[in-house]
């Protein structure tokens, strides 16, 4: 495995290292009949593994019990789809309505990158044909901080739509649920798949709930770390978590858990995310460490086809981000006043820090 870089032509594969995580980042070609339906999708990783994860193949290798470990029928209905990954999904459909004729015919392109500092890496890529209409971006971000008690994975997808539509963002975690600042009770008495194709059928449906505020937090534990997911949502926006296994007879899927966020009837949109690792729990002493998150808010100050800004802080910090995602010229200067205060940044991003 290379360290801090980029393998491939046109599309490619990424991965980004950071002291506490390691990014997997996917922006490939169809990969001929054996590709899914993942452009612009990543997995995430710690020393204890995968932290968020590719589903990767409905498949038990070798296991006879299992199909004579061959492929299974839940590896193109579900392993296959664009929902069963980190990626952005338009109108529960899968990318490029789930052919690989059609899918094999362009690459995403890598917009931007730079891994040339210690404390930040970035990479972002844009992917235009997996729907008709829609312009898909993602820009992701490791950082370093010493006033984080872990390591920052930063998450930003721009969407563009002709037409209004539906996004979901999933986030495939692995872990359990330990707090949230949403109320989304769990359906006790009936579960139902979250849809009726595109792997959506294979996704029991175990409780939704509507956003009230302009942001959310999630809080999990696995394998006995803490991480802390902080989204930056609309009033109305949707949070569906759900578990594979639904439509799956022969239990062939693994029960994994999986967090959406649903944007309905809507066209230019921002979702940032930040995956925030901050704590563990000892199994000797049975003393959890650092289980809160460290970081407190998270606000979108600018959001347009151009630029992209938000801060998020902690007790004693506020960070601030920008970017450009239109423009990769690192000597371009670009300025936006929100508010009567004026963020100004050279190049395609910039990340302020300052004591509050």
């Known amino acids: 495995m290379?360290?801090?870089?980029v393998e491939g032509d046109g599309g490619g594969v990424a991965v980004l290292r950071a002291d506490h995580l390691e990014l997997l980042f996917k922006f490939s070609t169809q990969g001929m009949g054996h590709g899914h339906f993942d452009r612009l999708s990543y997995s995430l990783y710690d020393d204890t593994g995968e932290v968020i994860q590719d589903y990767g193949a409905v498949r038990w290798v070798n296991v006879d019990q299992k199909g004579g470990g061959r492929y299974l029928p839940e590896n193109k209905t579900f392993g296959k789809q664009s929902i069963g990954h980190n990626t952005i999904v338009i109108n529960e459909g899968s990318h490029y309505g789930g052919s690989v004729k059609n899918a094999e015919k362009t690459n995403p392109s890598m917009f931007f990158k730079d891994f040339d500092h210690d404390k930040i890496k970035i990479i972002s890529a844009t992917e235009n044909n997996a729907y008709q209409g829609v312009g898909l971006q993602k820009t992701l971000t490791l950082i370093d901080d010493e006033d984080l008690t872990g390591s920052l994975l930063i998450d930003i997808s721009n969407v563009s739509l002709s037409s209004s539509a539906t996004i979901d963002i999933p986030l495939w975690y692995l872990g359990q649920?330990?707090?949230?600042?949403?109320?989304?009770?769990?359906?006790?008495?009936?579960?139902?798949p979250l849809g009726e194709d595109n792997g959506y059928q294979h996704i029991w449906n175990e409780?939704?709930?509507?956003?009230?505020?302009?942001s959310f937090s999630f809080n999990w534990m696995g394998k006995d770390k803490f991480y802390t997911l902080h989204s930056i949502s609309k009033v109305g926006d949707y949070i569906m978590m759900g578990r594979a296994g639904a439509n799956d007879p022969e239990f062939n899927l693994r029960p994994d858990p999986v967090l959406i966020h649903r944007r309905l009837n809507t066209k230019n949109s921002t979702f940032v995310n930040l995956i925030e690792a901050h704590?563990?729990?000892?199994?000797?002493?049975?003393?959890?460490i650092v289980?809160?998150?460290?970081?407190?808010?998270?606000d979108l100050i600018h959001s347009s086809e151009d630029h992209t800004i938000f801060t998020f802080s902690s007790d004693?910090?506020?960070?601030?981000f920008m970017i450009a995602q239109n423009d990769d010229n690192a000597d371009a200067q670009h300025s936006k006043e929100v508010d009567g205060k004026t963020y100004s940044w050279k190049g395609f991003y910039n990340l302020n820090k300052s004591k509050k």
């Open 316 to 320: 004693q910090y506020l960070w601030e």
């Open 207 to 214: 409780a939704n709930c509507t956003l009230d505020g302009d």
């Open 177 to 192: 649920k330990m707090s949230s600042s949403f109320d989304c009770k769990r359906n006790a008495q009936q579960l139902a």
């Open 279 to 288: 704590g563990k729990y000892s199994r000797t002493t049975e003393v959890p």
């Open 2 to 5: 290379f360290r801090d870089g």
């Open 291 to 298: 289980p809160y998150s460290i970081i407190k808010s998270i």
